[in-house]
């Protein structure tokens, strides 16, 4: 959550109503009543006036349609919308007096670990979470207790963590949380993700783990699990040090085991001891859920787990906040029932497909590079060829906005923040049809954009963060 700061007092002065389209309908929204925003009002307003005022005032979002920064599911069926809620009241760590919910989660545990090819998917342990983020501090957390464990009693050294500068900040967060050093293989060149050369090179004794991203939130590229965990493999021949890798899958893992089935990325991998993903992100349901699964119930400390009451027994649960809701989870078990393997596959290759025709024909434009296709996840960035020297991808981010497009304008990370990018993050429900209104929209504005005697100098140099 951003940290808010309080308004000042005299912001609360607002304009009289006397519209009587207003004041007739609703006597409530008249003069002298129009309720305060940054303190509570002295008494209720009725229920239809509250919620046209906020209604109203979140008129102001952007559309979530047309939303092309986020992975985040903006569309869902409406069988899955009255199943949500249905379930809103629900809380989900009330495991007792709601077992069925219980139940659902149990199952999708389990689909998950056998769609990732855990050694047995009912030895699998996993949980679900409110999203990436805490599954990757749940997979941390027990990636250090494991390395503890691991150097004994006489281990002096401070734990650190091996990845890719191109993580997404929850790595970051993880390490300053939970005080582990951050070691992060920079980008080089045109290498923008970890590579097993430069994850070997920054591990020690000391690294609790190895995260490998599948599906860079940078520019949608898949970092090699399969070479990054047989480099690790050869160091501890080497060395005896033994390293275990956590896959942050947060969009991939609901992408490749689908699409690139012959990718090896998964617990087919011995060295891979947790995956993480999104279900709100390519798991095709409204935020906030995602998941945490360990390959067996030894990659998952014991003292990490704590019981709750579960029909008169108990119930093991790995999780840092307590309530959460249930509507999420139920919602994720619906996609998964309503859908299948072949479900999955046909939606997420519409959107590899429709990422994939929408960059070619940004490249046949000509003023554009594309850093990535779209053909790992359906994602990928773009920039200005060096002879545009009119505007820069801060312009076209800016215009495309004037029309609803939230296409992302950012710089890249250390060594590579020369680098600016637009990226485009297709998904379920962005059609072919408003695919080819981007283009248009995109086509439109560059003529004028190349009349400009420069860019607009608006431009960010703020490392990007989703
Ligand atoms: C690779 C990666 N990891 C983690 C996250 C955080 O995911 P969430 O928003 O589900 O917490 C993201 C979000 O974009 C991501 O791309």
């Known amino acids: 959550m951003p940290l808010h700061h309080g308004h000042e007092p005299q912001s609360e002065e607002r304009a009289h109503v006397c519209n009587p389209f207003l004041t007739e309908a609703n006597p409530a929204l008249g003069e002298d009543v129009v309720p305060p925003r940054h303190r509570l009002a002295d008494g209720p307003v009725p229920a239809e006036v509250a919620y046209q005022l906020v209604h109203d005032e979140l008129l102001l979002d952007g559309n979530a349609r047309l939303n092309l920064a986020t992975f985040v599911t903006t569309w869902m069926e409406p069988q899955a919308g009255q199943l949500m809620s249905e379930c809103l009241d629900k809380n989900m760590i009330d495991k007792d007096e709601y077992p069925q919910t219980a139940e659902l989660e149990q199952r999708c545990v389990t689909i998950l670990a056998d769609l990732w090819h855990a050694p047995d998917p009912t030895e699998a342990i996993g949980c679900s979470t409110t999203g990436s983020s805490e599954a990757c501090m749940l997979a941390g957390m027990a990636l250090k207790r494991r390395w503890r464990a691991r150097r004994g009693a006489d281990s002096q050294g401070r734990p650190n963590l091996v990845m890719g500068a191109n993580v997404q900040i929850c790595w970051e967060k993880f390490c300053n949380y939970w005080e582990v050093d951050i070691r992060l293989a920079p980008m080089e060149g045109s290498r923008f993700h970890l590579d097993a050369p430069s994850a070997v090179a920054l591990c020690d004794e000391n690294t609790i783990g190895v995260v490998a991203v599948l599906g860079s939130t940078f520019d949608g590229s898949y970092e090699p699990v399969g070479e990054i965990a047989a480099a690790l493999d050869d160091l501890q021949a080497r060395t005896g040090i033994d390293i275990p890798v956590h896959v942050d899958g947060a969009s991939g893992a609901m992408i490749a085991p689908f699409l690139d089935p012959e990718l090896v990325w998964d617990f087919r991998l011995p060295r891979v001891t947790s995956i993480n993903t999104s279900g709100h992100k390519y798991g095709l349901v409204y935020p906030g859920v995602g998941w945490a699964v360990w390959r067996t119930k030894e990659a998952l400390p014991a003292e990490l787990v704590f019981n709750v009451n579960y029909l ?60 990535t296709r779209g053909d790992q996840l359906p994602v990928f960035a773009f920039t200005t060829k060096p002879e545009i020297t009119a505007y820069d991808v801060f312009d076209v981010s800016r215009r495309l906005r004037e029309r609803g497009w939230l296409v992302p304008a950012y710089t890249f990370p250390e060594n590579r923040t020369d680098l600016a990018v637009l990226r485009v993050v297709v998904r379920n429900g962005f059609s072919r049809d408003l695919a080819d209104l981007l283009l248009a929209d995109l086509g439109r504005l560059l003529p004028e954009l190349a009349q400009q005697p420069g860019p607009a100098a608006t431009s960010s140099t703020t490392p990007f963060h989703h």
């Open 312 to 371: 008169g027994g108990n119930m093991p649960t790995f999780a840092l906040n307590f309530s959460r809701p249930g509507s999420e989870v139920v919602a994720q078990y619906y996609t998964f029932l309503r859908l299948g393997h072949s479900g999955f596959r046909q939606v997420q290759r519409a959107s590899r497909d429709i990422a994939q025709y929408v960059s070619g024909q940004i490249e046949a434009m000509g003023p554009f590079a594309l850093i």
